[in-house]
């Protein structure tokens, strides 16, 4: 009998009190630790993350930017599988076994996708949904890809397929890098559906065009990257 892998939930955090908690206390018993990396959040966010579940561990980023958080957690996560999740509440932790279940079934990567039967978005405009096939069209286009929704952070990997890159990005163009990276490394790469909501509470930290055009560079840098094997 296969032993069930050990998953981990890196979830990053900036003045999310209002959200965190209620996120957390979702987050189904599949997910052994929950890796909170906060970027000095000025309210009462980590004690809230804290105080959800005893799952819980807090760190704080060394830098700054989701991308940066987001190298910290994965490096000090310990399971097989590596589970990253906002913390706004826009990302149901009731789909996490959807995402564990593709990688046991043999993917190297399960990324959420709203553009797939049965995903969804009650949060985007017309301007970032535009913003966002525009992206991933590009991507496609310049790396041979058939992603449906190259930028949404709702994602899976298995600990040796992250292991395997380099991640520069600092910003929210840290989704299409790794996506991306991890497609042209020869990883199984597999899109799964997801539902994004809207945030429960406060301002989204993302600024649509002036981190779309932030993407769209990280996208063009790509092909003139190293080969990675």
């Known amino acids: 009998m296969v032993a069930r892998p050990r998953v981990s939930l890196v979830v990053c955090t900036l003045d999310e009190e209002g959200n965190v908690g209620a996120v957390l206390r979702r987050v189904p018993p599949v997910v052994d630790e929950i890796l909170v990396v906060d970027g000095r959040s000025r309210d009462r966010t980590v004690e809230e993350a804290l105080a959800a579940d005893p799952r819980v ?44 279940a593709a990688i046991e079934a043999g993917a190297d990567v399960a990324k959420g ?26 991507g496609n286009a310049l790396h041979g890809a058939r992603f449906t929704d190259l930028c949404y952070g709702f994602i899976a990997f298995r ?7 380099e991640i520069s990005s600092n910003g ?7 996506a991306l990276k991890l497609f042209r ?17 406060g301002h989204s930290h993302l600024h649509a065009v002036r981190d779309g055009w932030t993407i769209v560079r990280t996208i063009l840098a790509l092909p003139l990257a190293r080969p990675l094997r």
């Open 159 to 165: 600990r040796r397929a992250l292991e395997s890159i």
């Open 57 to 100: 561990r807090a760190v704080t980023q060394d830098g700054r930017g989701k991308g940066d958080a987001l190298r910290k957690g994965f490096r000090l996560a310990r399971g097989d599988v590596v589970v990253q999740m906002d913390a706004d509440g826009s990302m149901d932790p009731a789909e996490i076994p959807r995402f564990v």
């Open 113 to 138: 996708s709203r553009n797939l039967p049965g995903g969804g978005s009650d949060d985007l405009t017309p301007v970032r949904a535009f913003g966002n096939w525009w992206m991933c069209a590009l």
């Open 185 to 201: 490394a020869g990883f199984r790469v597999v899109e799964v559906p997801s539902f994004e909501h809207d945030r429960m509470h």
């Open 172 to 178: 929210f163009d840290v989704e299409a890098e790794v």
